[in-house]
């Protein structure tokens, strides 16, 4: 059974950088398709950015040209390099599997001088 296991949370001023890691077990990571997602309090979890097996990428409107998806294949590990954070970044970020219910167990990002 995948696990997802992320890292890398934490606090940050506005306009610093941060970068999230997602660890997946087993085989199958270099032909899965990853995403990122977010969840603010009171509000619904919001897709960030995904990252397909030939990493082509997609992103959510409010970070493009500030996140910045890859994935290492050899590691089993996707990533999620956020810089020129606003305080509005600030939730608990999750990986997922994209077509799957195979979540991460979240970590908090939080944006605030």
């Known amino acids: 059974q995948v696990q997802l296991v992320e890292s890398g949370g934490g606090l940050v001023q506005p306009g610093g950088s941060l970068r999230l890691s997602c660890a997946a077990s087993?085989?199958?990571?270099?032909?899965?398709?990853m995403a990122w997602y977010r969840q603010a309090p009171g509000k619904q979890r919001e897709l960030v950015a995904s990252?397909?097996?030939?990493?082509?990428?997609n992103y959510a409107d409010s970070v493009k040209g500030r996140f910045t998806i890859s994935r290492d294949n050899a590691k089993n590990t996707v990533y999620l390099q956020m810089n020129s954070l606003k305080a509005e970044d600030t939730a608990v970020y999750y990986c997922n599997i994209v077509g799957t219910t195979r979540w991460g167990q979240g970590i908090q990002v939080t944006v605030s001088s």
């Open positions: 990252i397909t097996r030939d990493s082509d990428t």
């Open positions: 087993g085989s199958l990571f270099r032909i899965i398709t």
